[in-house]
DNA sequence: TTGTAGGCGTTATCAC
DNA sequence: GTGATAACGCCTACAA
């Protein structure tokens, strides 16, 4: 309650003008105050115990100093690694991070767009993956274009299909060279913890996993490609119907880290074994991994670099069209998928 | 840069005053207005995809619709949980949520408090321990009175040193119970892997463990205590400390979950085998551990909702002293403490 | 260098 | 029920 001290307060303490304290505690741009005046102003200002109103500073200004982040669940180290990522360069960046989440339900991100124009954030970063919804993307693609319009700058960590800057993680490459190098390693039957059909980040992965198994002589059966939610649930659920269908697979690839931990903890309900039974490759490279036995092998996604990209991107100044950076990957072998061919 | 639709430009186009504009929008008070006129006001604003501007509103009504959450490290799971939870009740209060990360270094938690009261937060929740540091909670303690004395509210989840309302973990009595729940199980010679020695959860829970085995007869000896940070590597650390120094240690109880994982790393890496060789307990629950093994005896916090209390507590209206809820923990017993008396 | 005054977009207090 | 108009707290031409 206790209204808060105004400038005005300080000012009259410090017998000066408003316009001087204004300037005495923000050093304005060229306009420059006596020094024993600044002294003065500043003395008010600590006895006082002022703090200035970023609310109304940025009312003056035209601009706030917020970034906003959306995430669908931040409790998921996948989110929660990125948002670590996004923090830091938002605080290089002197901006606060206004932290959105969906609860996993996509249809909110619209929504918080929209919440996150009404705040008039500086930029806003998005991350997840997109779906094949073309309903859905195009909502998303008008809320961006209005908050971009209103002045807005915005970056996906996704796919290229809303229209705004980028970061791609090469899940194709990616997928390609963790299929490759399994079967270098002597698997030749593969299974597939699809993800959610319509998820992009998920169809990207299992069509270039697929793909080269194909290429290499070894395609993955058709009945052992199964789909299921992006989570560990989803994972487990998938790993169940997997084994219970009872083909002869000697690896399963689960196109990501929190998927693949719900496939293992789904083996280890069964009692199959892995790697001895099955061996096990997720990706993304999550921090949890490093707690995992057996180490997972995965597809490492530098996270937090990521988040500090996208915000970056999300800040730069820019003209044209959006720009789309790709950010490489890099097979991680472990000991969930061992040398088969020895 | 395209400067936004105004309030103003809704009304001119709706051919109505600003008034009227802004009451039909928003729905005043006791202020009602003509449907047709709502409804024209509603189209026109609809037409100039017209958003209100959250921070102009925030200063005409006198408070914003923000709650700052301040965490160490948000890729955490201990953090991120409860982040999960605040953001839960948050979105129920209709308030955003303003992410304010120390990436672990105490002394930025005074900064971001005041960070957040520049925001004019309507209240802020602080997760993480308290330090034995006079100097260091002094500050926080003025920092947070100046921020109260302005209007905002608080709520700490942690030990109850800093005069504001709190959600404390209960500590000694989760440590205790595991304690007697391993004596139980046939362990006698407890190691400590105690977490910084000023941290008072980390001191909480080790002396509340070391009291109740030198009640049950089986004192835990001093040099079977080791401190380290509080952190994945900490717990690496103290654990390699603890088996170098060889002693006849039977189980070891890190002081969180996080620390624990870090021990299993380290005795991994020496050859030491849990629980075979060792038994292993921590504390939290993360949601790591599920996907642990061996699954990992610790006993449970409910950390999302510590967050949800921890918000709720800050939002609630109230007066006089500031208040405590202690939010009771339960042993969860695992694999990782097997029945030794068998 | 300092002060005056207008404006940022809304809400809320008044009259009408 | 509707409409002027003064706040809200600050910044910034503009003038002195």
Known sequence: MASSVTLSDVAREAGVSLA???RAINGSANRTVRPDLRERVLEAAERLRYTPDANAQAMAR????????????IADPFFSSIAAGVTQAADRAALQVTLASTQHQPAREVELVRLLQ?????????????HDDDAGNAAMRDALADFRGAGGAVALVGQPVLGVDTVAVDNAAGADALARALHARGYRHAGVLGGPEDHLTARERREAFTAAFAELGAPVQPAHVVTGEFTHEGGEAAMRELLSAGGDVDVVFAVNDVMALGALAAARDLGVRVPEDVALAGFDDILTLRDVVPPLTTVRVPLVDVGVLATELALE??????????????????????????
């Open 62 to 73: 035209g601009r706030t100093t917020s970034l906003g982040l959306v995430v669908h669940d």
């Open 118 to 130: 009404r705040q008039r954030a500086r930029a806003i970063v998005i991350a997840g993956g997109r």
């Open 317 to 342: 100044e820019h003209t044209g069209a959006a720009r789309v950076r790709t950010v490489a990957t890099e097979v991680v072998l472990r000991a969930s998928t061992p040398d088969r061919t020895v």
């Open 20 to 22: 001087t304290a204004s």
